[in-house]
DNA sequence: CGGTATCCGCAGCGATACTG
DNA sequence: CAGTATCGCTGCGGATACCG
């Protein structure tokens, strides 16, 4: 119980945690794969944007929802939002470095789907098939 | 309008997909980042499982919702579910090659996430004191 | 053991209206 | 333009009971 299996270890108890109801890794995993989370990190990996450009971009999210999820990215320091003071005002989201870290790996999963998304709905055909 | 600007146009119009409301995509987005699919992927990398062993591996799932993740991620054809037809019932669950590949992507984000939650609680705390 | 079926509460979300 | 506030509802998800 004092400090066996260095390499091991380390690694399970990282996993351990997030299987774990009160790991706080999973507020965050929820923020991230949240449903309008994906999109707004995979649309701002393109560069910087406004608050009405991600609206028109992200097809289908609402401006509660828009202003809700950037807030907690933003909270997770994921996301910078620069407020320019003018009238009328003009605000501007983009990617922390963080942001660009876990960015990656979303948008890597998001490609994964939309270029094998063929395959998924192969299998989904077979599925109905039984 | 014609034929302009070839690599850009692949990587725009997959991206173009997922943005839009009534894209596929968005589906299988939702089943393999949904709260508990992301967890059971995550379990599944490391072989094989029971029923019983997800339930208990992944902290605070319920019954239906574990029955109900595992369904979809069968459907879309990530999960093998193979049923011995004995008393008592055993049933197996594991990955299926395509499985394998999107838990890849998905392990790399938890994984991400637990390494650097540190960093982002640090950003949270230096948030909450503006 | 490994589900399915049913009920139901409440958070989450969308729609709308309003503000700086 | 970029949000907040409020309301009403939908559907996620937990609890329970029952089947193969």
Not at 12 to 22: A, D, I, M
Not at 28 to 34: A, D, E, G, Q
Not at 43 to 66: C, I, P, W, Y
Request: net charge positive.
């Amino acid at each position: 119980m004092t400090a066996a299996k260095a390499t091991t270890l380390s690694e399970q108890f990282r996993r351990g945690e997030l299987f774990t109801v009160e790991c706080p890794s999973r507020e965050v995993l929820k923020h991230v794969t949240s449903r309008w989370g994906v999109l707004i990190l995979v649309a701002l990996m393109e560069g910087t944007h406004r608050f009405s450009d991600l609206r028109r971009k992200v097809g289908g999210v609402s401006e509660k929802m828009l202003a809700q999820t950037l807030q907690n990215l933003e909270k997770d320091g994921f996301i910078n939002r620069i407020s320019l003071p003018v009238v009328p005002p003009h605000v501007e989201y983009s990617l922390t470095p963080m942001g660009e870290e876990i960015s990656h790996k979303v948008v890597s999963l998001a490609d994964w789907i939309e270029e094998n998304l063929p395959r998924v709905m192969k299998a989904q055909q077979a599925a109905n098939r039984l």
